[in-house]
């Protein structure tokens, strides 16, 4: 397995921005593919973004795109979201997950079975 720990997040403003970092340790190699999810309270848990290992294809949940950018480094051990044009309702618990399997319809929540203890941030209005 992988274990993964978030950090990066914290109180902005809103328009203001963020970089969330995860670290990765273990069997990183196993990894197909990382997201970044988030949970606001009374909310279920949301994907946000994904990159896969598979020709390092992204994807972006509706309600980020052009303000998210999820990147990686070669070697799968640290995987970041950059968050820009924050808006209040950005706020939330961010979570970083591991897929150790390919999705050939794309991610879902329950492709993800490694799960960091996630990172708080609030966006002020």
């Known amino acids: 397995q992988v274990q993964l720990v978030e950090s990066g997040g914290g109180l902005v403003q809103a328009g203001g921005s963020l970089r969330l970092s995860c670290s990765a340790s273990?069997?990183?190699?196993?990894?197909?593919?990382m997201g970044w999810f988030r949970q606001a309270p009374g909310k279920a848990r949301e994907l946000v973004a994904v990159?896969?290992?598979?020709?390092?294809?992204?994807y972006y949940a509706d309600s980020v795109p052009g303000r998210f950018t999820i990147s990686r480094d070669d070697a799968w051990n640290t995987v970041y979201l950059e968050m820009t044009r924050l808006k209040p309702e950005d706020t939330a618990n961010y979570y970083c997950?591991?897929?150790?399997?390919?999705?050939?319809?794309?991610?879902?929540?329950?492709?993800?079975?490694?799960w960091g203890q996630g990172t708080q941030v609030t966006v002020s209005s």
């Open positions: 997950a591991a897929s150790f399997h390919t999705a050939n319809y794309g991610y879902s929540y329950g492709d993800f079975s490694s």
């Open positions: 273990g069997r990183t190699s196993s990894v197909y593919a």
């Open positions: 990159v896969s290992r598979n020709g390092g294809s992204r």
